[in-house]
């Protein structure tokens, strides 16, 4: 069993953090890792550092600085600080699919030795269909 640990390759997983009532908030964290971390651990990694870098909005930019101020200032934080969800509300996605707490990155074919970096994994809120996103475009069986 020991052998086998040694043979697995460290990863570079890329995990999309999304957060907001449509998915809006977007962060992107590089973990290293080794295939047999359980995914549960994954997705407490990835929230530990998508806390600690705070809110980041990709999509929006920068407000305008105010006339007559410091230059050297630093700028003021643009968003409050956010609170950490409990690892329950949150659900981690591979390629689409919901991801079980108790596999491995292993369980998912992510042992093979040639695998140096990974994306594909989401982690989001587990109610984010109820909060408004997810539907309503063509296709999806909305009526109006």
């Known amino acids: 069993m020991a052998e086998q640990q040694q043979d697995l390759p460290l990863l570079h997983v890329i995990v999309e953090v999304r957060s907001g009532r449509w998915q809006e ?3 992107l964290q ?15 990694q990835a929230e530990a550092l998508a806390a600690q870098g705070g809110d980041v909005r990709l999509d929006y930019p920068a407000p305008p600085q105010p006339k007559g101020l410091d230059p050297y200032a630093p700028p003021p934080p643009r968003y409050p600080p956010r609170e950490p969800r409990p690892p329950a ?24 030795p040639f695998l140096r970096q990974v994306c594909g994994f989401v982690l989001r809120p587990r109610d984010w269909q109820q909060q408004g996103g997810g539907g309503g475009g063509a296709g999806s069986g909305a009526t109006a």
């Open 25 to 27: 908030r977007r962060q």
């Open 30 to 44: 590089l973990l290293e890792c080794r295939a047999d971390l359980r995914v549960a651990d994954l997705k407490a």
């Open 89 to 112: 509300d949150l659900a981690m996605q591979f390629l689409g699919e919901d991801c079980k707490d108790g596999l491995t990155l292993a369980d998912y074919g992510l042992d093979a």
